[in-house]
């Protein structure tokens, strides 16, 4: 028992109850696997999870275990996920376990102290906690952290010198650069050429290649389509990359890591840092987080690993699925002991015959090795709890696709009228990718059944709708840019700001408020504008450097006094606030340039996200947030909470304050289209989807088999049976023979094997009924493993459905506990239930100006109260001054 089990028993005098009463009384009952991988205690845990296993529990009940039945420190559990999201849950729910035992025994728990979030929250914590892995308790400053977007705009940025380092003219780099990807056709695209060497970079980082190492063995080693002066410039362009990063004081993900982990290696006691180190969706990890966690558990041994490898997904962001099925035997080489291995195989999320299905799909590939002696593959046998013999898997008749997707069309239109479930959301379309005709045929069957889908990620997110009518009358206020440069992507774009501006227009006609809203915000652009060239009219007249200090005494009534200056800019410049700050700065030795103060003088007391919350008061959109509520359609407000999100990066990353010397030449509205839109335009939706994106009431989603990783639906439609194998990614062409670790599984069968398990992903998320769209006709295909089970005489048709045999979905509670906020949920619904809809539900992102607006605000106020009061006192001083002289 530890001493902080002990001493928490000490002050309460209780003990808990068995675990077994604690699962009685949250109606939990385990299974025998669930059973003993929960009360596992000591030593690596091999966790293999199929689909609908109930992992999540299991990891929740075993970490209660820990904490609660032997005394380990929260602090003491490293628990990582694949997303934020997947933490936040898996802590609420041990807040409210941890709460129960609470009730028993009077003892308390505190969680803020454990290690809880994915790899890189985890990293980026690690590189900051002074006292665990910094002997000295000092550490250097961490860099700022560039996202997958903030990667991108940082090599656009950073371009000239990147490609300076390696020796190639800016003008001529994008089309050498795309060369080494496609020899036969280089494109021009620095677009692509950036993504091009993002995938590159990331996947050196993760794999912690060394450019000097691999230049020694570069001649010995066997390229394949690339020559060695491919791989020269790549890795010139690499240490230019990273020579950006360290001058610029940022970081990327997959660096992040290895500065982490560069820190475990330099600390002695980094193994016996942590007791429990716990991993889930460990399928999905790479080389250097698979470093990172065998370091952290070398002391203790302490490393559970959860995973499925049938639902590996993520190669392409570097994840290499052999971290999981190889993990008994690297847990010999780095920790010299066998792993305990559990298999969690009940199923409790879908029929018996999906789970049979998705069984007898995967058995469709051959997973051995080619000499037969070893298997790319877990062995695992899956079973329902769920036992009926009524259909739960059908098929579409074999037909052209316009006329299966009616036919889906028309019976999921008898789901929802017969009761079969109960919302719209609850029945998902899922597709290897959105951005397919297949797609655009089965929205288009749908909304003639009066069905409305929900599909951002379908085609590019700033193509819908609510984006278009909000960037519209961006457009109007700020001024439309001038867009140069050739190409499609280029001519897609300018049509794109065609299209929101002749939206825009048709808002501003119909609304005559709106389109005061409008001029007026035109008009305080233009009086920033205005304001600005008056006072550097000043300036240049009197011959001051903008950069010199600001001197209330010689300069603030000079532009005070300037012909033309707006009340506004007056009423600025006279800020006595804005006084004592100056004269306190100045004092400090920090004094504020003339610059500055010309710019605040004419900066807008709103910016983007403010601007989007005034528009939403405006009758288009405030009908939107009124349908969410009245008629449960939550798809347009969803989009808005998106739109927020990109606003809030661009006002975090780009512009913070509008101030007039952006809006010369139409620099603002330049850099807000042509660079941060454009970006977001020419990226689309493939690289960018997030797996924590809301899907609202009222409408069918439509997802990215990606995108239903992890989730349930009680009848999902598998819209595209076929993906088609182009070999093994260039990227791991490339990277292959800079390894050093043996060879993972064969190039020539690893899209085979990603493919198959994409689409097991697909067939898992089932409850009640999986549908499939058997395609037949000219040009259509379905993946190999599909063939023989489509083929079955036995497989149920659509049109032979029972539609009442069917189960009724009904709206389930979480298995995990939730905790509820007084203060972020309870008091905030209870002022305004609207706003907890908005922000806690859409994930809309407040506007952080908006206090400060206020804070403003109350204090021009107060100033002018002030004011007021002091020329009442005057005026009072001067009348009874006057009434003395009279009397006299």
Same mark, same amino acid.
């Given at each position: ?78 628990? !990582? ?120 970079? %990331? ?5 912690? *290649? ?9 001649? /010995? ?62 399928? =999905? ?59 969690? %195989? ?50 579409? /008749? ?29 029945? /998902? ?163 504020? !340039? ?98 924590? =994106? ?95 089970? *489509? ?22 509670? !979480? ?62 001083? %001067? ?10």
């Amino acid at each position: 028992m530890s001493n902080f089990s002990d001493h928490l028993r000490i002050i309460t005098g209780n003990t808990p109850p068995p675990i077994e009463r604690l699962w009685a009384v949250m109606k939990f009952t385990p299974n025998d696997a669930q059973r003993e991988a929960i009360l596992h205690v000591n030593g690596p845990l091999y966790l293999t999870a199929g689909p609908g296993s109930g992992k999540t529990r299991v990891l929740l009940w075993r970490t209660l275990n820990l904490i609660v039945y032997h005394g380990v420190e929260p602090e003491k559990i490293f628990l !990582s996920t694949f997303t934020e999201k997947a933490a936040k849950q898996l802590v609420d729910g041990l807040r409210a376990l941890l709460g129960l035992v609470t009730n028993f025994t009077g003892q308390p728990y505190d969680l803020s102290g454990m290690y809880v979030g994915t790899v890189h929250s985890l990293c980026r914590r690690l590189l900051t906690d002074r006292r665990r892995f910094f002997a000295d308790r000092h550490r250097p400053r961490p860099p700022a952290l560039l996202d997958d977007l903030g990667q991108y705009f940082h090599l656009n940025s950073a371009w000239e010198q990147i490609v300076t380092f390696a020796g190639l003219h800016p003008l001529d780099a994008a089309e050498e650069i795309n060369a080494i990807f496609n020899s036969q056709h280089p494109s021009l695209s620095r677009h692509r050429a950036i993504e091009n060497l993002r995938r590159a970079f %990331n996947r050196f980082s993760e794999e912690l *290649l060394d450019p000097k190492e691999i230049r020694a063995r570069i001649d /010995a080693l066997s390229w394949g389509e690339f020559s060695h002066g491919d791989i020269e410039l790549l890795l010139n362009l690499y240490e230019g990359y990273r020579k950006t990063l360290e001058d610029g004081l940022v970081t990327d993900f997959a660096l992040l890591q290895q500065e982490a982990y560069q820190v475990l290696e330099s600390f002695p006691g980094s193994g016996e840092v942590f007791e429990h180190i716990i991993v889930d969706e460990y399928q =999905d990890t790479n080389t250097i987080q698979e470093r990172i966690f065998f370091k952290l558990a070398s002391g203790t041994k302490n490393l559970c690993v959860v995973g499925d490898d049938d639902q590996a997904l993520y190669r392409f962001r570097g994840a290499t699925v052999e971290n999981f099925v190889q993990f008994p035997q690297r847990c010999q080489t780095y920790l010299g002991v066998e792993p305990r291995q559990i298999t969690l %195989n009940i199923n409790y999320r879908s029929r018996s015959q999906i789970v049979n299905f998705y069984g007898r799909f995967m058995a469709q590939v051959d997973w051995h090795s080619d000499d037969g002696a070893s298997t790319y593959r877990v062995d695992k046998e899956i079973h329902a709890h769920r036992s009926d013999a009524l259909p739960a898997v059908v098929a579409t /008749a074999p037909s052209p696709p316009e006329v299966a997707c009616q036919e889906i069309a028309v019976f999921v239109r008898r789901l929802l009228d017969e009761g079969k479930v109960e919302n719209a959301n609850q029945i /998902a379309f899922l597709y290897p990718s959105l951005k397919s005709r297949q797609v655009e045929r089965m929205k288009e069957a749908l909304e003639a059944q009066g069905l409305q889908v929900y599909a951002p990620r379908a085609g590019r997110f700033l193509e819908v709708d609510e984006a278009l009518d909000v960037f519209g009358i961006y457009l109007l206020i700020f001024g439309r840019p001038s867009l140069r440069g050739m190409g499609r992507d280029v001519e897609d774009f300018r049509q794109w700001l065609n299209t929101i501006e002749a939206r825009a227009e048709q808002l501003r006609h119909a609304d005559p408020r709106l389109a005061q809203f409008i001029h007026d915000r035109q008009a305080e652009v233009q009086r920033a504008h205005s304001d600005y060239a008056t006072l550097l009219s000043v300036v240049s007249r009197h011959h001051w450097d903008l950069e010199a200090p600001y001197n209330i005494k010689r300069m603030k009534r000079a532009l005070y006094n300037a012909p033309g200056l707006s009340e506004t800019g007056k009423r600025l410049l006279a800020s006595a606030y804005f006084d004592r700050i100056v004269q306190k700065r100045a004092q400090e030795g920090r004094p504020l !340039s003339l610059n500055y103060a010309i710019r605040r003088a004419t900066s807008l007391d709103w910016n983007f996200l403010d601007l989007f919350y005034r528009l939403m008061g405006f009758e288009h959109f405030k009908a939107m947030f009124d349908r969410a509520e009245r008629f449960g359609d939550e798809g347009p407000v969803a989009n808005l909470g998106l739109i927020t999100q990109y606003l809030q990066r661009f006002t975090d990353e780009r512009v913070s304050i509008i101030t007039a010397n952006l809006l010369e030449n139409g620099k603002l509205s330049a850099i807000f289209f042509n660079s941060y839109l454009f970006a977001l335009f020419r990226l689309g939706e493939s690289e960018w989807e997030n797996p924590e =994106d809301p899907f609202p009431r009222g409408r069918i989603p439509f997802l990215t088999i990606h995108q239903a990783k992890g989730l349930e639906f009680p009848v999902v439609v598998l819209g595209n049976l076929y993906k088609r194998d182009r070999g093994a990614p260039q990227i791991e062409r490339l990277i292959r023979p800079m390894l050093t670790r043996p060879d993972g599984e064969p190039l020539d069968r690893m899209t085979e094997f990603d493919i198959a398990r994409m689409f097991y992903v697909a067939l898992s998320r089932a409850q009640n009924l999986l549908i499939l769209a058997h395609f037949r006709g000219p040009g259509q295909h379905v993946s190999p493993p599909f063939r023989p089970l *489509l083929s079955d005489p036995s497989l149920p048709r659509l049109r032979d459905i029972d539609i009442s045999t069917l189960p009724e979905a009904r709206l389930r509670e !979480s298995e995990i506990p939730k905790v509820y906020s007084f203060t972020a949920d309870y008091l905030l619904y209870k002022k305004c239930p609207r706003q907890y809809m908005i922000f806690r539900k859409f994930g809309f992102v407040p506007s952080r100006s908006q206090t400060m607006f206020f804070g403003s605000l109350v204090h021009r106020t107060l100033e002018d109260l002030h004011h007021e009061l002091i020329r009442r006192r005057k005026l009072a001083a %001067n009348t009874h001054q006057e009434g003395e002289k009279r009397d006299a």
